[in-house]
């Protein structure tokens, strides 16, 4: 078991600092990938470490520590502010975030003390404490920066259904699954260490099972990074048009209120642009594309969504496809045809948003309807 242990340990800590090289040199989204790229970096130093333990190559660690460097206090961190510079409209690096990074330095100086000096003199007993609550703390940290993670991402999801009907291949899906695993097995190790009676690194099955999942997940993040489209900067580029100070259908539209007649004006255009040219049986129909079509800004027709028909831009639009939906479910040419292709033709591509939004408008699954319509 060492052996493969220490292979699969070896492999992956080349393999984490090439993807590591990578992003440093990818040229776009070059803040989120600096802070993956760190991820990346500590993860290979981490496996690398973890071969030359199992090889004999290097003492362990003491009793109470993880490792002498702290990784989950720099892999939390680290993968918290790539999910904020991927998703949030940041230019530039506040310095404030440089202090997510205390704990990491100040648990490094710590490991140090106590590895180079604890045989040299006694170490008082509350170093020995702050440095077991420091290491097994660690991955409490760690599991909440993913915990933050996906708040973040939950948001950028939010906003997304501001400015696109079709959000499917946006929303970072295996991210948020990532995160949410890694969060499960930061908690086994966690609670497999603490189960011994002191926090420990042992090379048994709760190891491998961490190792693998950090490398593997890993290498799937980095992947989709390198590969993943420059939608981001188009969502930014959009989201500058509506103020974001406030909440998203309240006071945050009443600066842009238009006079009373020509927002009448604008409603009854839009209704009747809707409905003649159908724009929603597009896929990828955004808000900039409706705005350019009825000659307004994206800020006041996202103003005109919220305030007259209480719905962002993802909702309003979809509104329009299960309501056309509906009118093929019950004429009878669409009779036999499957309700998948109806869909499709409505302008979804999608199966699974296209049944939750029609559970959301109709209250039934699409073939609960059908059969009522033919009971």
């Given at each position: 078991m ?5 292979t699969?340990c070896?492999?992956?800590s ?9 992003l440093?040199?990818?040229k ?7 802070f993956?790229?760190l ?6 130093i981490?496996?690398?470490e973890?071969?030359l333990g ?5 003492a ?10 702290p ?11 790539y999910v ?6 940041l ?9 997510l990074?205390?704990?990491f ?11 180079f ?6 170490v008082p ?7 077991m609550?420091i290491n ?7 599991a ?5 993670s996906?708040v973040?991402l939950?948001?950028?999801?939010g ?7 079709a959000i499917d ?10 995160l ?5 097995v930061?908690?086994?190790i966690?609670l497999?260490l603490v ?5 420990r690194r042992?090379?048994?099955l709760?190891?491998?099972i ?8 890993g290498f799937?993040?980095a992947?989709l990074?390198?590969i993943?489209p420059e ?26 209120r238009l006079?009373a007649?020509?927002?009448e004006?604008?409603?009854r255009?839009l209704r009747a ?17 409706m ?9 006041h ?8 028909f ?6 309003f639009v979809?509104s329009?496809?299960i ?5 093929k479910?019950?004429?009878p ?8 292709s109806?869909a ?6 999608s199966?699974?948003?296209?049944n ?9 699954t ?5 059969a009522?319509?033919?009971?």
């Amino acid at each position: 078991m060492r052996e493969i242990f220490a292979t699969i340990c070896l492999a992956g800590s080349i393999q984490a600092f090439l993807l590591c090289v990578v992003l440093l040199v990818k040229k776009n989204n070059r803040r989120a990938n600096g802070f993956l790229s760190l991820v990346m970096l500590f993860l290979a130093i981490d496996a690398f470490e973890l071969y030359l333990g199992a090889r004999g190559l290097m003492a362990a660690p003491r009793p109470y520590q993880l490792s002498v460097i702290p990784y989950s206090l720099i892999f939390g961190p680290s993968m918290f502010l790539y999910v904020v510079f991927l998703t949030a409209r940041l230019q530039a690096f506040p310095k404030k975030y440089l202090l997510l990074y205390g704990p990491f330095a100040a648990a490094l100086a710590v490991n140090m003390f106590v590895l180079f000096y604890g045989n040299t003199f006694p170490v008082p007993r509350a170093v020995i404490y702050v440095d077991m609550a420091i290491n097994g703390g660690g991955l409490i940290f760690e599991a909440l920066f993913y915990a933050l993670s996906l708040v973040l991402l939950q948001k950028y999801i939010g906003r997304l259904k501001d400015y696109f009907s079709a959000i499917d291949a946006l929303k970072l899906s295996f991210l948020r699954v990532g995160l949410i695993f890694l969060i499960l097995v930061v908690s086994l190790i966690f609670l497999s260490l603490v189960s011994d009676g002191y926090v420990r690194r042992q090379y048994k099955l709760p190891d491998v099972i961490a190792v693998l999942s950090s490398v593997g997940l890993g290498f799937g993040i980095a992947f989709l990074a390198m590969i993943q489209p420059e939608i981001f900067n188009r969502v930014r580029l959009m989201e500058r048009a509506v103020p974001h100070e406030e909440t998203a259908s309240g006071p945050r539209y009443e600066k842009l209120r238009l006079p009373a007649p020509e927002e009448e004006s604008h409603v009854r255009k839009l209704r009747a642009y809707m409905t003649e040219h159908k724009p929603y049986l597009r896929e990828e129909l955004t808000l900039q594309d409706m705005a350019d079509e009825l000659s307004l800004s994206t800020h006041h027709l996202s103003m005109i969504l919220n305030i007259h028909f209480k719905q962002n831009f993802y909702n309003f639009v979809n509104s329009y496809r299960i309501a056309d939906v509906k009118e093929k479910l019950l004429h009878p040419d669409f009779k036999n045809q499957n309700i998948l292709s109806i869909a499709y033709s409505a302008g979804f591509n999608s199966k699974s948003t296209f049944n939750t939004m029609f559970k959301k408008f109709t209250g039934k699954t699409p073939r609960e309807y059908r059969a009522d319509l033919f009971m």
